[in-house]
T-cell receptor
């Protein structure tokens, strides 16, 4: 099993540009989570999906952030337009079932907005 | 509301010595508690969890954690530290009513010196 796969590993962009982060969860997992990690705020849950449906997006900081999960094997997190304060490491995680509390994290995308 | 606190930003131990990484929780109801480890440039990895039952939980890589209800603590322990244990450790609690929400602590950096 390849685990949760995120791309790109690093993204450097200029303020105002659109950024798209990608995630492929573990096959068979039906829950997917997007987290953001910063020194100041630690690990924050942005949004999660169950069976490809967004359930709770209360952690999404602003309307500039959006997430989709068009199918069970792919999700995107988009920031448009990006701002320097969006610089962080963005993690995707997946989980098998609601009764299995164990989260599997990807290696993250390091985003730098200049 | 569910939350966990990690009172120490950093813990330093010598290789071969026992280590403890502290976590306290604030939960209404029975807590579902977790420890995750993050190595540099990697996503978080599950170490162990407490759901119910024995207060001493054993996990990966020789780690264990002790659940103490009276002190509302869930400290991570290892009898003999290895240099390779050096990493960032996160305590987490699952949401009481929302099984998809996990609340992470701020993390503790463990430094094991040879």
């Amino acid at each position: 099993d390849a685990g949760v796969i995120q791309s790109p590993r690093h993204e450097v962009t200029e303020m105002g540009q659109e950024v798209t982060l990608r995630c492929k969860p573990i096959s068979g997992h039906n829950s997917l989570f997007w987290y953001r990690q910063t020194m100041m705020r630690g690990l924050e849950l942005l949004i999660y999906f169950n069976n490809n449906v967004p359930i709770d997006d209360s952690g999404m900081p602003e309307d500039r952030f959006s997430a989709k999960m068009p199918n069970a094997s792919f999700s995107t997190l988009k920031i448009q337009p990006s701002e320097p304060r969006d610089s962080a490491v963005y993690f995707c995680a997946s989980r098998g079932t609601a009764t299995n509390e164990k989260l599997f994290f990807g290696s993250g995308t390091q985003l730098s907005v200049l | 509301a569910q939350s966990v606190a990690q009172p120490e930003d950093q813990v330093n131990v010598a290789e071969g010595n026992p280590l403890t990484v502290k976590c306290t929780y604030s939960v209404s109801g029975n807590p579902y508690l977790f420890w995750y480890v993050q190595y540099p440039n990697r996503g978080l990895q599950f170490l162990l969890k407490y759901i119910t039952g024995d207060n001493l939980v054993k996990g990966s890589y020789g780690f264990e954690a002790e659940f103490n209800k009276s002190q509302t603590s869930f400290h991570l322990k290892k009898p003999s530290a290895l240099v390779s244990d050096s990493a960032l450790y996160f305590c987490a609690v699952r949401g009481l009513y929302n099984f998809n929400k996990f609340y992470f602590g701020s993390g503790t950096k463990l430094n094991v010196k040879p």
